[in-house]
């Protein structure tokens, strides 16, 4: 018989053996098929995070320029650097091709027609931006598209927004922020949703005084390097430093030697472009980043839930191995040899999954939008993701179609007619060790996945529970008043409002984006020992009442006191920091406007605000000095009550009376609170799913083996009832092996499960800490869930006739 002949007829017999058994092969086929799809789910989630930035053509080259300050007792690690950073770069150094700079706009309003439109992907850049990043340009030249101040670049995107066209070179976009028309100079294509930065708008950054400013103790500008080919990145890192330190010495006024024995510091570092998305926590950011720790934990997950699946693949095969054996008894003795039962099992096996992962694939492909919806994402299937799907199924097929077939295959071929033909079956393995190994490992991992998601679900309530020291319920805010002519005007209107309890102007918030550090000292002589590096927030009268801020001592602004125009309010970090100890009031301290060092102004503190968390969790509170300032940049309103809808009518009432020409935009503070921290609300949801559909997965597996527990003891159950032992004690009997396996994975998963996620909550300054119920939730639960899972097979087992069983004898 020739081997293809072989080939056909084991695929026959495979077939018709699946065909034969339909309620054992659909199972089969359901459980690894749920399995697959997970893992690819979590497969496309996995490459969409490894490819950020991934679609520069230099990627390799190009890297990001980092700041590490640590002065006035505070140590910061920022993405940004001062503005003439990236030209010095490019003069001195040999090994830098290009070098080019962004930086973010804040509150960017643009002109459609005759409403005024906030946006929010908005930013300067220097025209050398084309040549560091791949942007392929539609309409325009790249060179020359932002080499002049008062130009724009869009993406498509923007372009069909405003023009309902991409072809707009040459026309007009007028920015309400300055009441300019910025000419159009280019059109891009969208930047990838796979990337650290993903702006609409780019304005020339010759547009901006800043861009052109000499001071190096400024940091504000993201600058980037392109590197020439083979450079030693380390080299280039050392060198940059080296430049940097002899540039930020030679400030005017500055003593570098007591700079340095104060231990403070100003250190550059680079960070490679393909490092930013999942290595990079610095302020600053140009975007929300994610973290390399979620691609191991969820790479870990696809990888338990498909050996999960497989190891359910080989218990079910092995579980029906009673009903098979007689057929391999008989096969044997009409001469079948070995190899070939070997090579009809596994291709019963690779029928299976062929089948699975051909479900797998469809209904993976069917659940994206959902998943995208869970995480946060826009994966699709097109070109790219076919060409590296296709051979990574087809290799799925193979592997697991072998792996999972070949104990079955080995194990069932091994029997012996004599043995099997006379209704005596072998151990297999030499006992049962293997199997129990399969089972401990199972719900390892899925205690595991289950203490990880109840830590993160904790996590999440504490954060959302916790006192933050001011109160972001039923606070609306209007982001778009920087512009507004009347904007006090509109404050006070909206005030009057029956239950609108307060309303403050600025742009300063604690769920917000705008941030100003700068230093402030105790002495009118500034030095780095008499400094504390602080966040300086200009509000008005009404912003502490309005945020529901408590003072621990003093008092508030007032705006019926002209000697309030030169105090302060800090927060108690702040105090801390500046050293004035209990009796802090009227106390002195200096700061230097920006951009204005020779003028050195003197305030006195009037009052001490309780410290209030105003940036992510994962930090730790720092200093905060408030200022009575004009910044109109945000208006929020504290209103009483549930109806939030009453309250949005009538202030966009007021709002249209007093600017009709701007569109009404507001967000809720605690949504803009809930949205810093959507990454990890985003990983708890996808945790419990994939918590959730890896028990299910490992329950099955529990009952194929209490199936073929069942199965391999029939006769003893048989003889075990006929002596008048209760149902009871048959089912405790069979169940009680599978639990000790399962408290066995309980004590190995704790402890990893336990250090896993410690490690994962050292990212937060404030944080839960693991409690001991948490471990015993998880243990109890997977008990519970794995005798529910076995009792149910046992049962059935102890519930039949024994005189079934032992008919044969």
Known sequence: MTSCTMFKNNLKLAFRSLLKNKGFTIINILGLAMGLSICLLIVFFVVDELSYDRYNANAGRIY???TDIKFGGNASSYAVTP????????????????????????????KKGNDDIIESKVAYADSTLFD???????????????????????????????????DVVGRSLTFVNINSALKITGVIKNIPSQSHFNFDFLISALSLPSSQSKAWNSFSYTTYTLLKPNTNAAAFEKNAAHLFDGYFAQQPGFNAAGFKKSGSYVRLNITPLTDIHLKSNRQYELGANSSVTYVYIFSAIALFILVIACINFMNLSTARSANRAREVGVRKVLGSARKGLIAQFLAESLMVTLASTLIAATVAIILLPTFNQLAGKELSINLQTIGWMLPSLLIIIIVVGILAGAYPAFYLSAFQPITVLKGKLSAGFKGSAFR????????????????????????????????????????????????????????????????????????????????????VFTSRVPTSRNAVFSEIWPVDEDYLSTMSMELSAGRNFSNQMSTDSLAVIVNQ??????????????????????GNDEHIKEYHIIGVVKDFNFSSLRDNITPVVMMLGNDNRALSVKFAGNDANRYIKQIETKWNAVSP??????????????????????????????TTLAIIIASLGLFSLAAYAAEQRNKEIGIRKVLGASVGAIVGMLSKNFIKLVIIAFLIAAPLAWLAMHKWLEGFAYRQNIQWWMLALAGLGSVVIAFATISAQSFKAASANPAISLKSE
């Open 661 to 690: 020409n701007q569109r009404f935009e507001y967000s809720f503070m605690g949504d803009d609170f809930n949205s810093a921290y959507g990454t990890e609300q985003r990983t708890g949801r996808l945790f419990m799913i994939f």
């Open 132 to 166: 560091v990043f791949t942007l392929p340009m539609l309409y325009g030249a790249g060179q020359k598209a932002l080499a002049q101040p008062n130009t724009i670049v869009l993406t498509e995107r923007a372009a069909k927004k405003y023009f309902n066209t991409a």
């Open 83 to 110: 503005p003439p950073l990236a030209q010095a770069l490019k003069a001195q150094l040999p090994e830098v091709a290009q070098t080019t700079r962004l930086i973010a706009a804040v509150d960017s309003r643009f």
């Open 436 to 519: 129990n190994f399969l089972v401990v490992l199972q719900f390892a991992v899925s205690i595991f996945l289950v203490i990880g998601t109840i830590v993160i679900y904790n996590q999440l309530q504490y954060i959302q529970h916790k006192d933050l020291g001011y109160n972001r319920d039923r606070v609306l805010v209007i982001k778009n008043t920087v512009g507004l002519s009347h904007a006090k005007l509109l404050k006070q209107q909206l005030k009057q409002i029956p239950g609108v309890s307060d309303a403050s102007l600025s742009g300063f918030l604690p769920t917000g984006s705008l941030r100003q550090p700068n230093s």
């Open 573 to 594: 970090t702040a105090l801390r920091m500046l050293g004035y100890g209990k009796d802090p009031l009227n106390k002195t301290l200096f700061y230097v406007p920006e």
């Open 64 to 66: 990001r320029i980092n």
